[in-house]
């Protein structure tokens, strides 16, 4: 993937519309974040560790649950948490390139290099 | 073939593999030498990730920690492996688009301030250090048991063979065997777990087998597992908390290595080596991926042994014990002191005045004869005269087999091939060299780069910087290899605390520098400065100085969680009373969050090659 530090012009960063679509790309980055750690947090030291009594009381095929979640379905878990991250991300990412695209596009039309 | 000449073989073939990549990947520049380059393919990165991570302990003991643990043992599984969901969300991409080469770098820049660069410095080196003369221990342990030859002879070995390839290529020669690496251990883990539990249960895949029934039983395995230690005395296998390890004994020790894992600086390097923010996501994925598939099949191995070796033991007479008994009994992992009726028998908890099955530990093989010779006279005059040795084993705490013998002896329990055994040899090397090799880089970068170009001398040619940086390579190879040839006494308790001052210590300044723009210089150090005091002091008087467990009774590994805590609360109760960083980290941290590269600060980037 070639880099994409040349190809949007710096005096982007100047205009609102850009600024406000950065922080809209940060914003959707935490929020995405702060969903997937919950998941991360109720999988593995919820019902890996605190519920992991409780939940032994019930049964997954030969596992008891609790200790099936400390042993196995928290590692499978965490790496589907990555999984959804990096696609997640990578779409994010690329909707926010469109973006910025375009308004620099837009920028250079308002206002022509002189000839 | 025997198998030590299969192990001759495979240990010859794959560390033949290991120099012909080192020479294919010698660099020029320290680009090439602290971060490969930068050109990593994602998913090669995630195998080197993979292969750094995993150590001689995961590869060798981790399967026998559980298998002894039971429930609890799943706080390292879950430790090491939630630990990158942090990693990989929190840190790597923001790290990997603000550049340069070391942790110490962000952490000295971001709060720009030498002094929380050379506290960084200083906890990357402390944390590498432990760690990498376990990994060294590590290689000399796998000769000496598998072709043996002296630890010493065999730490010489692995340190030739490390010197090579990472003074030659730096972090590219090292990121190229991790892969190769990583092929090794895996193949050798993975076969004869397949094995074993398609012997036991029928079942190919061991995460399955493990939750099945036993071939010609209908009571699942773990039932079965918990049946057994109920009547041996030991305590239930699938139970959660049931001893020393309480609820919040496992919540913490767990949040510790998770935190500890997303600040272990030879991890967070290898972010560094990837093209792109989106490469270091996919970095992660990769990364866990790979572990995953050694971590989620240790569990099954441990109580595929577990049940095995206490069926093949208990009970048995002698001619009936089963051949790998014979030879592990000749390197001390195993040993029987009979009390004379002829049957072997193996308990723990509150029958172990009973148990019979003991290792030898650190006792020399004439202590452990002279052990032998007393036991025999105790037995033969009926308690007249001699010592009775299983009080005397008991008392020095080595009641039950090594834990070691758990993966060492999982071949020969599934009734394996003997170059399957000797292809163990060569996972285990490769587990340790690739952890050990991650390890040194960050000694080199923290000395050469950090302390020597970033403070002493930044004037520094890009030359004289290479030459820095191998020259200190080697010499750290050199010290890592007398700290596995004369261990330190301290090392094999302070390795699992490297990971509550990592999580008390860089977790946080480094979450805190990237998602905050208020906390500021002082902040940031006071808090560092607090939660590894704080760690280090408690760890310190509770494994030397006999205190109590005052802190809600948590153990010194736990302790990490609350220092992490410490350090956060510290940070952001004084950041308030402290100026905002200036302008320029304003813009720098815009600049991190920003994966296009049109944050406001894009002399950052231009900053990479300073």
């Avoid at chain 2, 073989?9 to 020029?28: K, Q």
């Avoid at chain 2, 962000?106 to 002094?115: A, K, L």
């Avoid at chain 2, 892969?179 to 895996?186: C, E, K, N």
Wanted: charged share 15%; proline share 4%; hydrophobic share 50%.
């Amino acid at each position: 993937m070639p880099s994409r530090i040349e190809s949007l012009d710096e005096s982007l960063t100047r205009d609102p519309r850009a600024r406000a679509c950065i922080a809209r790309y940060w914003r959707r980055n935490v929020a995405l974040m702060a969903r997937l750690l919950v998941v991360w947090a109720v999988a593995g030291l919820g019902c890996g560790v605190l519920f992991a009594d409780a939940l032994n009381a019930f049964r997954l095929g030969g596992f008891p649950l609790g200790f099936w979640f400390a042993q196995q379905g928290s590692i499978v878990i965490f790496v589907v948490l990555i999984l959804v991250y990096a696609v997640k991300m990578g779409k994010l990412d690329r909707e926010h390139h469109a973006e910025l695209e375009a308004l620099a596009k837009d920028l250079r039309g308002e206002a022509p290099e002189p000839q | 073939m025997s198998i030590k000449a299969w192990t001759f073989f495979f240990v010859g073939l794959s560390f033949s593999l290991y120099l012909f990549i080192a020479w294919r990947s010698r660099v020029r520049d320290t680009l090439g030498f602290y971060v490969a380059g930068r050109d990593v393919p994602a998913f090669a990165n995630g195998m080197a990730t993979a292969a750094d991570w995993m150590s001689a302990a995961s590869f060798i003991s981790m399967a026998g920690i559980i298998s002894f643990m039971g429930y609890a043992g799943g706080v390292y599984l879950m430790g090491w492996t939630g630990g990158y969901v942090l990693l990989a969300l929190l840190l790597a991409p923001y790290l990997r688009k603000f550049g340069h080469f070391t942790v110490p770098d962000f952490v000295g820049d971001r709060y720009e301030s030498n002094v929380a660069r050379l506290v960084a410095v200083l906890c990357a080196i402390f944390v590498s250090f432990t760690y990498v003369a376990g990994q060294m221990r590590g290689v000399g342990i796998v000769f000496s048991r598998f072709l043996e030859v002296d630890i010493t002879v065999g730490v010489m070995i692995g340190m030739a063979i490390v010197f090579v390839y990472a003074t030659l290529g730096g972090m590219k020669g090292i990121t190229w065997t991790q892969v190769a690496q990583y092929w090794v251990l895996i193949t050798a883990f993975l076969i004869p777990a397949i094995a074993i539990s398609i012997k036991l249960t029928g079942h190919a895949l061991p995460q399955v087998g493990m939750g099945s029934s036993l071939l010609g039983e209908s009571l699942p395995l773990l039932d079965k597992l918990d049946q057994i230690h109920a009547d041996l005395g030991f305590a239930s296998y699938t139970q959660a908390f049931v001893g020393r390890w309480d609820k919040i004994n496992v919540f913490c020790t767990a949040l510790a290595l998770m935190l500890g894992t997303a600040g272990l600086p030879h991890v967070i390097v290898r972010f560094y080596t990837v093209k792109t923010v989106d490469a270091a996501r996919w970095s992660g994925f990769w990364a866990l991926f790979f572990i995953a598939l050694l971590y989620l099949t240790a569990p099954a191995t441990a109580a595929f042994a577990r049940y095995y070796m206490i069926d093949s033991l208990h009970e048995k007479r002698a001619d009936e014990l089963p051949s790998w008994f014979e030879n592990w009994s000749q390197t001390g992992l195993v040993m029987w002191l009979d009390d004379g009726d002829g049957r072997l028998q193996y308990h723990g908890g509150d029958q172990s005045e009973r148990n019979e099955l003991f290792h030898s530990g650190k006792l020399s093989s004439a202590e452990v004869a002279e052990l032998r010779a007393q036991h025999a006279t105790w037995l033969s005059t009926d308690g007249q005269g001699g010592v009775d040795g299983r009080k005397q084993l008991r008392e020095l705490g080595l009641s039950g087999p090594d834990r070691d013998i758990i993966v060492l002896a999982t071949p020969e329990m599934a009734g394996l091939a003997s170059w399957i055994i000797a292809l163990m040899a060569a996972g285990g090397l490769a587990a340790a060299l690739s952890t050990a090799s991650g390890l040194l880089l960050v000694i080199s970068s923290s000395v050469a780069h950090d302390v020597y170009y970033r403070v002493l001398r930044p004037d520094a040619t890009e030359a004289q910087r290479l030459r820095v940086g191998r020259t200190v390579i080697g010499l750290a190879v050199v010290v890592a290899g007398l700290f596995g040839i004369f261990p330190p006494a301290y090392v094999s308790q302070v390795v699992a605390f490297a990971f509550g001052l990592a999580a008390a210590s860089f977790f946080p300044v480094l979450t805190l520098g990237i998602f905050s723009k208020r906390v500021s210089k002082f902040p940031a150090v006071a808090g560092m400065i607090t939660g590894i005091g704080f760690t280090g002091t408690y760890i310190l008087g509770s494994v030397y100085g006999g205190m109590s467990n005052w802190c809600f009774g948590i153990g010194p590994q736990g302790i990490g969680t609350v220092g992490m805590l410490l350090n956060f609360a510290v940070t952001l109760g004084l950041t308030p009373f402290f100026p905002a960083p200036s302008a320029k980290i304003q813009r720098m941290v815009d600049a991190i969050r920003e994966p296009e590269g049109v944050g406001p600060a894009v002399d950052i980037e231009a900053a990479i090659d300073h």
